[in-house]
């Protein structure tokens, strides 16, 4: 569809937040399919664009509430309980986003999720170590990033809900 030179995501927020939810949703279940039914190579690589992608769904659903609450408050509370079964359902997801993407600082052991540890004496190589792993384990159909675990299917699942509802 082309679009007038004048047209701004700023003037159709609310379109820019619905859609790009949408298109997350969609590439969370695509990288899903290629984890739960792929190459063991493969399914490793994903596990970082998985994760990602859960993330921006929440992202998504962030800008959706904060418009509902400038123009549509009643619409705000059913979008709060969709959001936290949804954060329910994917539990450590933002932590396990925070090490992939700050992996400098974790491989080091100095994350903010590790920060608590250091300062009480832990040493900073096992730290870094209990927050290193991250892998698929197919058995389980889950992500394993750290200390924290994402169920593939529950996250899909959990996903496409909170678009659809």
């Not at 904060?66 to 309980?81: C, E, N, Q, T, Y």
Request: glycine residues 6%; aromatic residues 8%.
């Amino acid at each position: 569809m082309a679009r007038g030179d004048n047209w701004s995501p700023a003037a159709s927020l609310h379109a820019v937040a619905l859609s790009e939810g949408q298109r997350w949703e969609e590439a969370a279940r695509l990288t899903a399919g290629r984890m739960l039914d792929g190459d063991p190579y493969e399914q490793q690589l994903d596990v970082r664009s998985f994760v990602l992608t859960l993330r921006q769904i929440l992202y998504a659903a962030e800008m959706v509430q904060g418009i509902a609450k400038r123009v549509a408050p009643d619409a705000r509370k059913p979008l709060i309980s969709a959001r936290k079964k949804f954060e329910d359902a994917v539990p450590g997801l933002t932590d396990a986003r925070d090490v992939l993407v700050h992996f400098p600082e974790y491989a080091r052991g100095l994350g903010h999720r590790q920060s608590e540890r250091i300062s009480n004496g832990e040493d900073i190589e096992t730290v870094a170590r209990d927050f290193w792993s991250i892998s698929y384990d197919p058995m389980r159909r889950s992500i394993e990033i750290g200390p924290y675990r994402i169920n593939v299917e529950r996250a899909c699942a959990a996903a496409e809900a909170r678009n659809n509802g």
